[in-house]
């Protein structure tokens, strides 16, 4: 079996800082291109961030130079550093993975974590 958990999220005021963790785990699994999403309250859930195992990333374009993610292969975690929020960026943060076992690839998928920027 495959888990992801995330944690870090709560409630901040505008302008603040948030980081979250994601702890990847599970038995002869290879993580690969890992990524955070979103879901704000009445919208699709939308790509955030992606970043490779050999570490390229991406950023959708209104969290560019705002977000940055990262991940430690050794401890199987992805982070996502988040400054300078916004209102906007109130949603449940999810963590996914592209993983590979036994030569099978699937996509998992955390439970969430909820972001709450207001003053």
């Known amino acids: 079996q495959v888990q992801l958990v995330e944690s870090g999220g709560g409630l901040v005021q505008p302008g603040g800082s948030l980081r979250l963790s994601c702890a990847a785990s599970?038995?002869?699994?290879?993580?690969?291109?890992m990524g955070w999403y979103r879901q704000a309250p009445g919208n699709q859930r939308e790509l955030v961030t992606t970043?490779?195992?050999?570490?390229?990333?991406d950023y959708i374009d209104s969290v560019k130079g705002r977000f940055t993610i990262s991940r430690d292969n050794a401890k199987n975690t992805l982070y996502l550093q988040m400054n300078s929020l916004k209102p906007e960026d109130t949603a449940v943060y999810y963590c996914?993975?592209?993983?590979?076992?036994?030569?099978?690839?699937?996509?998992?998928w955390g439970q969430g974590t909820q972001v709450t920027i207001s003053s």
């Open positions: 599970g038995s002869i699994v290879t993580f690969n291109a």
């Open positions: 970043i490779t195992r050999g570490g390229s990333t």
């Open positions: 996914n993975a592209n993983v590979r076992r036994l030569g099978r690839d699937f996509v998992s």
